[in-house]
C-alpha cells in the first residue's frame, strides 16, 4: 500500500524524557511536514523539510528537533524542553512540484 | 503575514439541510486555496481545491469558489448527511508550507 505511516498511534512521556514519533512515507514525496494541533487551535507547524539532509522550523519550533536522512523518513523529537507536550502530531507529505499535503493518521502525545 | 478565517464552530445541522461554512484569507499574492475534513482520531483528507481566481473546487457534493475581490473561499454542500460530521479546515498556501484556519467542527443530526 503506498501512503504515510505514523507511529505509535498513542504515546506517553515522562517528566523530562525525550520521545520520538516515527514519520515513513512510501510515495516518493521529497518534501515532508510536522504539526502539532490543539483542540479548537487548528494546525501548527513545527518542522518541514524539502530535501534530504535539509529542514527548516516551521511556527512553533522550541523543543522539537527533527532529522532527515532518508527521503522516506522523517522523526520528530518532542525534547524536555517542550513544556507543555499533550497535543496531537500530524506528518504530512507533498511533491516539490504540487502545494497539496497529504496527512498521515496522527500520534496522540500524552503526559504522564 | 498569511493567515485564514474561518467562522467559529460548533455548527449542527440537521440531515439534508444546507450547509455554508465562512472561510477568509489574508495573502500577499495568489495563493492556492484548500479544504480538509477530519474525521475523529484520524488525520486530515484533502477535499478540495482551487488554485486561480474564479476556480471552483468540487468533490463528494461539496464545492468553493475562489473569491479575489472578497478573499474568501466558502465551503457549501446542498444537502448534508450524518457521515459529513467532522471538522473541516480551510487552508492556503504560503510558499513551501500551508496556513491552516482554526476548523470549525460539524454535527449532522438525523
Known amino acids: 500500500d503506498g501512503g504515510i505511516t505514523q507511529s505509535p498511534k498513542y504515546l506517553f512521556r515522562k517528566e523530562g524524557q525525550n520521545v520520538t514519533l516515527s514519520c515513513e512515507q512510501n510515495l516518493n514525496h521529497d518534501a515532508m511536514y510536522w504539526y502539532r494541533q490543539d483542540p479548537g487551535q487548528g494546525l501548527r507547524l513545527i518542522y518541514y523539510?524539502?530535501?534530504?539532509?535539509?529542514?527548516q522550523k516551521g511556527d512553533i519550533a522550541e523543543g522539537y528537533s527533527v532529522s532527515r536522512e532518508k527521503k522516506e523518513s522523517f522523526p520528530l523529537t518532542v525534547t524536555s524542553a517542550q513544556k507543555n507536550p499533550t497535543a496531537f502530531y500530524l506528518c504530512?507529505?507533498?511533491?516539490?512540484?504540487?502545494?497539496?499535503?497529504?496527512f498521515g493518521p496522527g500520534t496522540r502525545l500524552l503526559v504522564l | 503575514g498569511n493567515s485564514v478565517t474561518q467562522m467559529e464552530g460548533p455548527v449542527t445541522l440537521s440531515e439534508e439541510a444546507f450547509l455554508t461554512i465562512n472561510c477568509t484569507y489574508t495573502a500577499t499574492g495568489y495563493p492556492s486555496l484548500f479544504w480538509y475534513v477530519q474525521y475523529p482520531g484520524e488525520g486530515l483528507q484533502l477535499l478540495l481545491k482551487a488554485t486561480k481566481a474564479d476556480d471552483k473546487g468540487s468533490n463528494k457534493g461539496f464545492e468553493a469558489t475562489y473569491r479575489k475581490e472578497t478573499t474568501s473561499f466558502h465551503l457549501e454542500k446542498g444537502s448534508v448527511q450524518v457521515s459529513d460530521s467532522a471538522v473541516y479546515f480551510c487552508a492556503l498556501s504560503d510558499p513551501q508550507k500551508l496556513v491552516f484556519g482554526q476548523g470549525t467542527r460539524l454535527t449532522i443530526n438525523p
Open positions: 504530512a507529505t507533498s511533491t516539490t512540484e504540487q502545494e497539496t499535503q497529504y
Open positions: 523539510s524539502q530535501i534530504v539532509n535539509d529542514f
